[in-house]
């Protein structure tokens, strides 16, 4: 293993160049076509069969060697943030208002790397699926990608996904079984009541003070309903009612976000979300009308496969360089969907003392990505013996 890994060493400039371009011209959620196209180019001149398009803008490229029955999904995201980057390099974003501020660049780069070395030493007996994919961000490139017959178009005995996460330690590896990050589930709440001037409230039907009450009760969701060995969020992060302090508006919109850490968590807490919503609703005589955004899911990851895949990490870095009980997160992830149809394991790659992802002066380590490269190679050899 160490030959592996001083061999995707060796070619630590040039998988560095590649995250340098893709930095530079960053794209956001569903309209990567220049990163697609920069990405499709050179799996096919590495000799990949690539398709593009999948689930809009995403890129799968599938290599088969010998005549194994195998196949594997390694996974990296393509898109950007609608963020200012508010560093100085080389390599900064050249695209006002959107940058690479979690690092999909890197995770394309560190897949690329891998991708180059499958297809010139071809150590493995079966199929190498890579996915590049879209719209991470708002949580659409996966599904996009599955409702577009990923997995009926391209098989896959197992899917693996990886993400650098600023402060873990630089370069070690985190696996953690089971449940690791958090299902985000976005949803609208509108009330309407009854308008009036501010002086004569009695013949209004505020939605204003049903909305006050509203948000307050939905703050004992978690408090009064999850265990403390549990973990779930309920954030009512935008208030939308009236324009003037004289008027009694007719209508207000909450705009609310919940992040659950366990299916049947979330099962409870949406549920909660509706009866307290009708209950409130009803106490102050508006109506009501919940619109709910694309379904969440928590990632969980087949507690098999990543023990798996530890050891195989710890085969090539070593057993001081991986943590198996990795932390988990109230982030949220839509390899989440892909580990819902097929054993998956998501793992996380530790960025080191740097500004959080998505914050404007947030860097990837670029020696993290000979790291990442020879991981992905070493799952795919060890998978498809």
């Known amino acids: 293993m160490t030959a592996l890994l001083n ?18 011209k960053p794209e956001t959620a569903f309209e990567e076509k220049n990163t697609a196209g920069y990405i499709a180019k050179l799996l096919r001149d590495w000799g990949y069969e690539v398709a593009e398009g999948v689930g809009k803008t995403g890129v799968v490229a599938r290599l088969q ?10 996974r990296a995201d393509t898109d950007a943030l609608p963020v200012q980057e508010m560093t ?21 780069a560190m897949l690329l790397g891998a991708a180059q070395h499958l297809a010139k030493t071809r150590d493995f007996n079966g199929v190498v699926n890579l996915i590049f994919q879209p719209a ?18 391209f098989p896959m005995d197992a ?17 953690t079984p089971g449940p690791v990050m958090a299902a985000v589930d976005n949803w609208e709440i509108a009330l309407t009541g009854k308008g009036s001037h501010g002086s004569m409230p009695e013949k209004s039907v505020d939605p204003v003070v049903a909305g006050a009450a509203l948000v307050m009760a939905l703050q004992t969701i978690v408090s009064r309903n999850v ?7 309920v954030s009512v992060g935008a208030f939308l009612a009236g324009d003037a302090g004289n008027v009694i508006p007719q209508t207000a919109t909450l705009r609310l976000s919940t992040r659950t850490s366990a299916p049947e968590t979330r099962q409870m807490v949406l549920g909660k979300i509706k009866s307290i919503t009708a209950a409130i609703a009803t106490a102050y005589g508006v ?40 932390p988990t997160f109230m982030g949220s992830e839509d390899f989440a969907f892909y580990a819902q149809q097929k054993p998956a394991t998501y793992c996380f790659i ?20 000979p790291i990442g490269a020879a991981y992905w190679v070493a799952v795919a050899e060890h998978y498809l013996k």
């Open 136 to 153: 991470e961000e708002i949580m659409g490139g996966a599904p996009a990608m599955i409702e577009d017959g990923l997995f009926e178009r």
């Open 7 to 24: 061999a995707l060493t060796a070619e630590q400039e040039q998988i560095k160049t590649w995250r340098h371009d893709l930095h530079r």
């Open 287 to 326: 109506s009501h009308e919940i619109k709910e955004g694309p379904p969440g899911a928590v990632l969980v990851n087949d507690p098999e496969q990543t023990e798996i895949c530890a050891g195989i990490a710890k085969g090539l870095l070593g057993e001081e360089k991986v943590i198996t009980q990795g």
């Open 227 to 233: 265990a403390p060995k549990d973990s779930a969020v």
């Open 88 to 108: 100085e390099s080389d390599h900064k974003s050249t695209v006002p208002g959107k940058s690479h501020m979690c690092g999909h660049d890197g995770h394309s």
């Open 65 to 74: 060697a010998g005549d194994g029955k195998k196949s594997i999904g390694l």
């Open 350 to 369: 530790g960025n080191g003392d740097t500004p959080m992802v998505h914050h404007p002066e947030y860097r990837f380590d670029d020696s993290n990505l």
């Open 159 to 175: 899917v693996f996904g990886m993400h650098n996460m600023p402060g873990l330690d630089l370069g070690k590896l985190y696996f």
